[in-house]
C-alpha cells in the first residue's frame, strides 16, 4: 500500500476518504480491524463522524493529522473510523456509551473500548492538548495506554459496567398509565413552558429547528384550535426564515444555530433538515392558508433540487459548513463585497435590509446576511419605497449575490446517497405538489424512488442505506430506511393515489415487521434480524434531530390502516403507543412525533 494513505483508502465514504491520507493507521469498521486489536492486545481506538462536520474537522486538523498523535495511536491502539451516517447502528450504540458515561454526546464521538467492543472512555471533540477545561488528546491516550498495560483490570470493569448499563436502557419501564389525550395536553404545556417567545424555539442556545415539535403543534392545533399553539409554530417559523440560519442568497437551512437569535448558524446543510423544514411549512401552508410558508417551501426546494440533486432522481447528504480554509466562507459578506456586486446605491439599500455593516457580526470582519427583528413594510417606509418595488429590488440584487457567489470555491458536497434520507425527500415533494398543485414535484418525488427501487434494493428485495459512485455499499437498511420509505409511498399515495403505490407500501410495512418488531418489547429494533450483531440491538424511541423510526413506523402503520382496512397494522401500532404511554407523560417534549402518532390513533379511537 502506498505509504500515503491508510486502510480507509478503499472505501467508498466520503468521510472515510478525507481520513485516508491521515499518518493514523486508520482501518475500516469490520473483523479485520477487531483480530488485529485481540491478536495485537491493543485497545482500539473508535472515531465516530461525518464529512461536513466542523468539529470532526478540527480535531482531524489539530490531531489525526499529527504525527505525534499518530505515533501513538499506531504503536498502542487499533484505530477505527466510522462514518456515521452510513453506520447510524455503530453510532447509536456508542452514542448510548457516552452519555451514558458522560451525559452529553456530538461529535465528533471518541471511544476507546476492549478488543471485543466494550467501551471504558467516551468523549466528543477532544483538542490535542488540554484546553477549554477538555482534556487533552495526547494526555488521555498516554493515560490509557498506561493503565492498559499496568491496571488493565479496572478498565475491563468500567467497560462491563458501561456496557450492562447500555444494555439496561433498551427496556424502558412499561408503561404505569393508560394512553390518553392528556398525554397530547402534556406535550403542549411542556413546549409551551420551553417555548423563547421572543425569537422563537425551544430551549437556550445551540438552537435547533425540530420539526417535529412544529409539526406535533401544528396537529395539536388541528385538534384543539389553541391558539397557542399556532402562535409558538408561526413564531418559530418566521424569525428562522428571517435568520442566518436561512441562506437568504441560495435558499436552504444550515444545520442549526449557536445563538438564541437563529443568527450564527454551524453552516452544514443537511438533506433530512431542508427535506423536514420544507414539510413543515408545506403543513404550515395547509392549516394557516398563508402563502409566505409556501413560499418558503418553494425556495427550500429549489434549494435542494439545484445542489444536492443527482443526474438519476436521487439526492446526495449534505454540504460542508468549511471552505477555503474557514467555516462560512461561502456565505458571509464585507460591505465592500455588497458595493462591488450591487454598486453603492442598491449595496445600502440590500445592507440595510440584511444587518451589512463595515465592522460585520461574524469572523473577519464579514456578514451574516440576517433580518431578526426587522419587517418588509417599516423598512419600505423607512426608505420611502413601496413594498413591490422594494421586493423586486431585492430579487434583482439576490440574483446578482447569487452570481457572485457561484464565482467562489463552494463548501464540499458529501455525495454518498442515504435511503432514510432520499425517503424523507419524497416526503417533501408529494406534499409539495398536493398543496402547491404542481406536478413536478410529483415527478421528482417519483423519480427518486425509482431510483432507489433500481440501486438500492438486493436482488432478493432487501432494501439497502446507502449508495455512492454507482455502487450501493454493503450496510442492509434500518428501520428508518424501511419507517421513511413507508411514509414516503404513503405521502405519495395521498398525492396520486394508485393500487400500485399502496401495493408496495403494504409490502415495506410488511417486510419492516418481519425484519424489525420485537414481539416482547412492543417496539422495532433499530437493526433487522439479518443485520451485524453488535454489542446491544438498540430500540430509538426519542426524537431528536430526525424523527425516530418508532415514531414513524407508529404513526404510518396507523395511516396504512386507514388505508387498507387491515386491523393488523393498528394492532402493532397501538401496541408501541400503550407500551411508551409513561415515558410520553414523563417526558412529552422528547417524543414529538411519536405524540403526532398518538394524536392520529386517539383521533381514530374517537
Known amino acids: 500500500m502506498d505509504q500515503k494513505t491508510n486502510q480507509l483508502i478503499k472505501e467508498k465514504s466520503p468521510y472515510l476518504l478525507q481520513h485516508a491520507h491521515n499518518p493514523v493507521d486508520w482501518h475500516p469498521w469490520g473483523d ?19 464529512s461536513t462536520c466542523h468539529w470532526c474537522h478540527v480535531m482531524a486538523h489539530e490531531s489525526f ?47 476507546i473500548m476492549t478488543p471485543d467492543g466494550k467501551p471504558f472512555f467516551a468523549g466528543t471533540y477532544l483538542p490535542k492538548s488540554r484546553r ?50 392528556d398525554v397530547l395536553h402534556k406535550g403542549f404545556t411542556q413546549l409551551s413552558k420551553n417555548f423563547d417567545h421572543t425569537y422563537g424555539g425551544f430551549g437556550q442556545a445551540p438552537k435547533f429547528p425540530s420539526p417535529h415539535n412544529l409539526l406535533f403543534l401544528l396537529n395539536y392545533y388541528r385538534r384543539t384550535q389553541e391558539d397557542g399553539a399556532i402562535t409558538m409554530v408561526e413564531k418559530t417559523l418566521h424569525v428562522m426564515r428571517a435568520g442566518g440560519i436561512y441562506d437568504h442568497i441560495g435558499y436552504g437551512f444550515s444545520r442549526y444555530s449557536v445563538d438564541a437569535k ?33 413560499q418558503v417551501a418553494e425556495e427550500v426546494l429549489t434549494y435542494v433540487l439545484r445542489d444536492l440533486s443527482g443526474s438519476q432522481g436521487e439526492f446526495y447528504s449534505a454540504e460542508d459548513a468549511d471552505s477555503e480554509g474557514g467555516e462560512g466562507r461561502f456565505y458571509t459578506w464585507s460591505e465592500d463585497e455588497l458595493i462591488e456586486t450591487l454598486g453603492s446605491e442598491k449595496a445600502a439599500l440590500f445592507g440595510g435590509y440584511y ?80 398543496v402547491l398543485d404542481r406536478a413536478m414535484y410529483r415527478v421528482a418525488a417519483e423519480k427518486c424512488l425509482a431510483f432507489m427501487e433500481k440501486n438500492l434494493r438486493r436482488d432478493d428485495g432487501r432494501l439497502m442505506a446507502a449508495y455512492r459512485n454507482g455502487e ?70 426519542i426524537d431528536a434531530e430526525m424523527p425516530s423510526g418508532n415514531s414513524v413506523a407508529a404513526r404510518m402503520l396507523l395511516r396504512l390502516t386507514k388505508k387498507t382496512g387491515q386491523g393488523k397494522y393498528r394492532e402493532l ?34
Not at 81 to 90: A, M, S
Not at 157 to 168: D, G, L, N, Q, W
Not at 392 to 401: F, G, N, T
Request: hydrophobic residues 40%.
Open 32 to 50: 479485520a480491524a477487531f483480530a488485529k486489536a485481540k491478536t495485537e492486545d491493543k485497545p482500539i481506538f473508535l472515531s465516530i463522524g461525518y
Open 355 to 434: 444587518n451589512v455593516s463595515s465592522q460585520g457580526n461574524f469572523e473577519h470582519g464579514t456578514n451574516i446576511l440576517q433580518r431578526v427583528g426587522g419587517s418588509l413594510t417599516t423598512y419600505a417606509a423607512t426608505i420611502k419605497r413601496t413594498e413591490s418595488e422594494l421586493v423586486e429590488i431585492l430579487e434583482e440584487c439576490r440574483k446578482k449575490m447569487l452570481i457572485r457567489r457561484n464565482k467562489r470555491q463552494r463548501p464540499f458536497r458529501d455525495d454518498k446517497v442515504l435511503t432514510a434520507w432520499n425517503c424523507l425527500m419524497v416526503v417533501s415533494l408529494a406534499k409539495a405538489a398536493r
Open 472 to 541: 450501493v455499499q454493503p450496510a442492509v437498511a434500518y428501520l428508518d430506511d424501511y419507517a421513511f420509505m413507508l411514509w414516503a409511498l404513503l405521502e405519495l399515495h395521498d398525492t396520486a393515489p394508485t393500487l400500485e403505490i399502496l401495493s408496495k407500501a403494504t409490502v415495506v410495512a410488511d417486510e419492516m415487521i418481519r425484519l424489525f418488531w420485537d414481539e416482547t418489547q412492543d417496539g422495532f429494533f433499530f437493526t433487522g434480524s439479518d443485520s451485524e450483531i453488535l454489542l446491544v440491538r438498540t430500540q430509538e424511541w
Open 573 to 606: 401500532s397501538a401496541r408501541m403507543l400503550n407500551r411508551m404511554a409513561g415515558e410520553l407523560s414523563r417526558s412529552p417534549m422528547a417524543y414529538a412525533f411519536l405524540l403526532t402518532a398518538c394524536d392520529e390513533l386517539l383521533s381514530q379511537n374517537d
Open 262 to 294: 437563529w443568527i450564527v448558524p454551524h453552516f452544514e446543510k443537511m438533506l433530512y433538515d431542508n427535506a423536514l423544514l420544507a414539510y413543515t411549512y408545506l403543513d404550515a401552508t395547509e392549516v394557516t392558508g398563508k402563502k409566505k410558508y409556501a
Open 132 to 181: 477549554w477545561g477538555k482534556p487533552g488528546l495526547v494526555q488521555v491516550l498516554d493515560a490509557v495506554r498506561k493503565q492498559w498495560q499496568g491496571n488493565r483490570k479496572d478498565l475491563l470493569t468500567y467497560a462491563e459496567k458501561v456496557t450492562s448499563f447500555v444494555r439496561e436502557a433498551q427496556t424502558p419501564p412499561k408503561a404505569e398509565v393508560k394512553l390518553s389525550p
Open 65 to 111: 493529522e499529527d504525527q505525534d498523535v499518530a505515533d501513538v495511536l499506531n504503536a498502542h491502539f487499533i484505530s477505527i473510523k466510522v462514518d456515521k451516517e452510513e453506520r447510524p447502528d455503530i453510532d447509536s450504540v456508542y452514542m448510548l456509551a457516552c452519555q451514558a458515561a458522560t451525559g452529553h454526546g456530538g461529535w465528533p464521538l471518541t471511544i
